[in-house]
């Protein structure tokens, strides 16, 4: 059975720090990218960051560069959002995607919200 756990988000202020964390099984967790999403109330669900199979390659939407870093462990099948220096606009339901690049499958975890406020 394929599962992506979220956990980690919650209430912050203005300038603190979380870190997300999605754990996987049931795949085979080395052979896919991964990737953070968000969605806020009333948009789209938007891609926030991206990590390739084994680590190599890092991507991220200009709205999160030099706040938030994602990270993974093969050997844990756990991928990270560190998340700094957040802002009010950061508020959303955080969603953990795995995606194999060869045979197109894709899971997704139930989300985590995140909420950034005074």
């Known amino acids: 059975q394929v599962q992506l756990v979220e956990s980690g988000g919650g209430l912050v202020q203005p300038g603190g720090s979380l870190r997300l964390t999605c754990v996987a099984s049931?795949?085979?967790?080395?052979?896919?990218?991964m990737r953070w999403y968000r969605q806020a109330p009333g948009k789209e669900r938007e891609l926030v960051a991206a990590?390739?199979?084994?680590?190599?390659?890092?991507n991220y939407a200009d709205s999160v560069k030099g706040r938030l870093t994602i990270s993974r462990d093969n050997a844990k099948n756990t991928v990270y959002l560190q998340m700094n220096s957040l802002k009010p606009e950061d508020t959303a339901v955080y969603y953990c995607?795995?995606?194999?690049?060869?045979?197109?499958?894709?899971?997704w975890g139930q989300g985590t919200q995140v909420t950034v406020s005074s």
């Open positions: 995607n795995a995606n194999n690049l060869y045979t197109n499958y894709e899971y």
């Open positions: 049931g795949f085979t967790f080395s052979r896919y990218t």
């Open positions: 990590i390739t199979s084994a680590g190599a390659i890092r």
